[in-house]
């Protein structure tokens, strides 16, 4: 391995292996602390370890790295009845049946198996673990379907944060505020959201935006204040609104990717521009959608 020196142009092991579009930067750390990269025939484990992804040859499960691939960004309106990981022990269609790429990519946080929506994926292992990280503060939005009418008590504990059984994150690290969260025994506290009505009915349609990505949250969140969610669509992440039919997918543009950049950097945290006037958030037409726009750019 490496002996890095100033000029040297080794890389942390991580790093090198999320461009290798193997995982994300944070999947990578996991996979050398369980022993699974070696480089140059010798098991690393530790976080620091640092090669030359030019000379040096490292492997994952035994794998040969073959370096950088090429970058790729897509954006999948994901149906329900698919999960959000590689591949499933009981078999269920996962999303990467819905995406076609000729090079590995991940899902960039995840959607449970009933929620829709926007999705993104890539082999960009350092702008997932960006947009992911606890700084960022990236925003998502999504509609949701609520049986019964919450009070307004209830949503002003909601929107302050409410207690909720803690559990695995969707994302691995999860996003969340800039102070890490209270937590009390297997309870933690959810940051505050942004709740607005869309659909007064008897069961009604709110907008939420959120900034964590903990495992089903806006369902425990609701069923804290006595409310069963009955359906969830993410229709903005960062910059990107949804504008897809279900099951479709298509590649970011440079323009969205950047956007996507700046989000992670914190410096997009406002919708900007005409394609945010001109975001969906009307219920029953997420459904009826040609392709997602950026904030902050119109694509063609």
């Given at each position: 391995m490496t002996d890095p020196s100033p000029d040297s142009s080794a890389q942390r092991i991580q790093k090198i292996i999320a461009?290798?579009?193997?995982?994300?930067?944070?999947?990578?750390?996991?996979?050398?602390l369980a022993g699974r990269v070696e480089v140059n025939g010798h098991t690393v484990t530790e976080l620091?370890?640092?090669?030359?992804?030019?000379?040096?040859?490292?492997?994952?499960?035994?794998?040969?790295?073959?370096?950088?691939?090429?970058?790729?960004?897509?954006?999948?309106?994901?149906?329900?009845?698919?999960?959000?990981?590689?591949?499933?022990?009981e078999g269920r269609p996962t999303v990467l049946d819905l995406v076609r790429s000729s090079e590995r990519v991940f899902p960039v946080g995840r959607l449970d198996y009933a929620s829709e929506g926007l999705l993104l994926l890539t082999n960009d292992g350092a702008l997932a673990n960006a947009l992911t990280r606890a700084a960022a503060?990236?925003?998502?939005?999504?509609?949701?379907?609520?049986?019964?009418?919450p009070?307004?008590?209830?949503?002003?504990?909601?929107?302050?944060?409410?207690?909720?059984?803690?559990?695995?994150?969707?994302?691995?690290?999860?996003?969340?505020?800039?102070?890490?969260?209270r937590r009390i025994g297997g309870r933690v506290m959810t940051a505050p959201a942004r709740i607005r009505l869309l659909r007064d009915a008897e069961n009604p349609w709110y907008e939420m935006v959120l900034i964590e990505g903990r495992n089903r949250e806006i369902r425990k969140m609701f069923e804290e204040v006595g409310h069963h969610v009955e359906k969830i669509r993410r229709i903005g992440y960062g910059p990107l609104v949804l504008d897809l039919e279900p099951g479709r997918h298509r590649?970011?543009?440079?323009?969205?990717?950047?956007?996507?950049?700046?989000?992670a950097e914190g410096r997009s945290a406002q919708p900007a521009g005409k394609a945010a006037r001109g975001r969906r958030t009307r219920p029953d037409r997420g459904q009826s959608a040609q392709k997602v726009?950026?904030?902050?750019?119109?694509?063609q």
């Amino acid at each position: 391995m490496t002996d890095p020196s100033p000029d040297s142009s080794a890389q942390r092991i991580q790093k090198i292996i999320a461009a290798a579009g193997i995982a994300s930067r944070r999947k990578a750390e996991e996979l050398i602390l369980a022993g699974r990269v070696e480089v140059n025939g010798h098991t690393v484990t530790e976080l620091g370890s640092k090669a030359d992804p030019a000379r040096d040859h490292i492997r994952v499960d035994g794998k040969l790295l073959h370096g950088a691939e090429r970058p790729r960004y897509f954006v999948l309106n994901k149906p329900k009845g698919y999960v959000t990981t590689a591949s499933d022990p009981e078999g269920r269609p996962t999303v990467l049946d819905l995406v076609r790429s000729s090079e590995r990519v991940f899902p960039v946080g995840r959607l449970d198996y009933a929620s829709e929506g926007l999705l993104l994926l890539t082999n960009d292992g350092a702008l997932a673990n960006a947009l992911t990280r606890a700084a960022a503060r990236v925003e998502k939005t999504y509609l949701v379907k609520v049986s019964g009418k919450p009070s307004e008590s209830a949503l002003s504990q909601l929107r302050h944060g409410v207690m909720i059984d803690r559990d695995t994150q969707i994302q691995s690290p999860a996003v969340r505020p800039k102070a890490p969260p209270r937590r009390i025994g297997g309870r933690v506290m959810t940051a505050p959201a942004r709740i607005r009505l869309l659909r007064d009915a008897e069961n009604p349609w709110y907008e939420m935006v959120l900034i964590e990505g903990r495992n089903r949250e806006i369902r425990k969140m609701f069923e804290e204040v006595g409310h069963h969610v009955e359906k969830i669509r993410r229709i903005g992440y960062g910059p990107l609104v949804l504008d897809l039919e279900p099951g479709r997918h298509r590649e970011l543009t440079l323009e969205e990717v950047e956007a996507l950049r700046r989000a992670a950097e914190g410096r997009s945290a406002q919708p900007a521009g005409k394609a945010a006037r001109g975001r969906r958030t009307r219920p029953d037409r997420g459904q009826s959608a040609q392709k997602v726009r950026s904030r902050r750019t119109r694509t063609q």
